[in-house]
Each structure stands twice: as C-alpha cells, then as structure tokens.
C-alpha cells in the first residue's frame, strides 16, 4: 500500500475538524471538503446577521469566489494548480435557489479544460455556509 502525505495549507481557513486539508498518495491529490471560511476571522464572506444572530444579508456570489479561492490555497501549498484539477464534488445547501449563479461563476473560472463536476444538493453543512467543494 502506498503512504500518503498529510498536508495543511497555512493560508486557508483551518477545518472544522480533525482533518488535514489534504492528502498526497503518489502523484495523486485529494482534498477534504473546502468551504468560503475567511482564514483571518472564520467569518463567512458575504453573510450578515444581526445582534440577534439572524441573517440579515446574504451574498452567493461571495460565498462562491471565497470557496475557489480557499480551493487555490489548499492547491498551492500542495504544490499543484488550479488548472490541475480533474474532478469536483459541488455541495450546495439550496439547490433551486444557488445551482444557476454557480454555473455561471463556474463559467468564469473555468473557461477552459474545465473539471469534471458533480453537484449534490444537500440539508446543512457543519457550518453557516451555502457551499462546499470536494476536489
């Protein structure tokens, strides 16, 4: 059995838990589940709630630009490319509400050679957050 390579990207917002943000085995990387988690503040972009502690705003689009790039953190501190990935896992907690603005945010970043892509519309994620990719 081939060892793998525990590996934590210092620049991308830590895991919810006792997990590492990725795994090499070989000349193959995979990646835990990466949501759009600010890694300053653990605060999720674009998400609003009042003193109360109900949403007040909420902002799809930045939830989504926030996930790629915490995607591209995690593949630079492994060594890799955005333009290296071959297959995503899309999470999405309303999918009626969320699937068409992710395709065309994925659009953009993807122009060319994209991924393959699967999309799963999903009850919650352990945090307050819209979205969450498996790469």
Known sequence: MASSEKI?????PK???????????????FLSGIGPRNAV????????RSSAGNYTAF???????????????VLEACG???????????????????FHA????W???FRENAPCRTTVGIDSLPTPIAIELKC
């Open 8 to 12: 934590d990207a210092n620049d991308a």
């Open 15 to 29: 895991p919810v838990g006792l997990y590492p943000h990725a795994r090499k085995v070989g000349n193959l990387l």
């Open 41 to 48: 503040d653990d605060g999720v972009p674009g998400l609003h």
């Open 59 to 73: 902002d799809f689009d930045a939830q989504v630009h926030s996930v790629f790039a915490n995607v591209k953190k």
């Open 80 to 98: 890799a490319r955005w333009e290296d990935l071959v297959d995503v896992t899309v999470y999405l907690v309303n999918m009626e509400r969320d």
């Open 102 to 105: 992710y395709n065309r945010l």
């Open 107 to 109: 659009a953009e970043y």
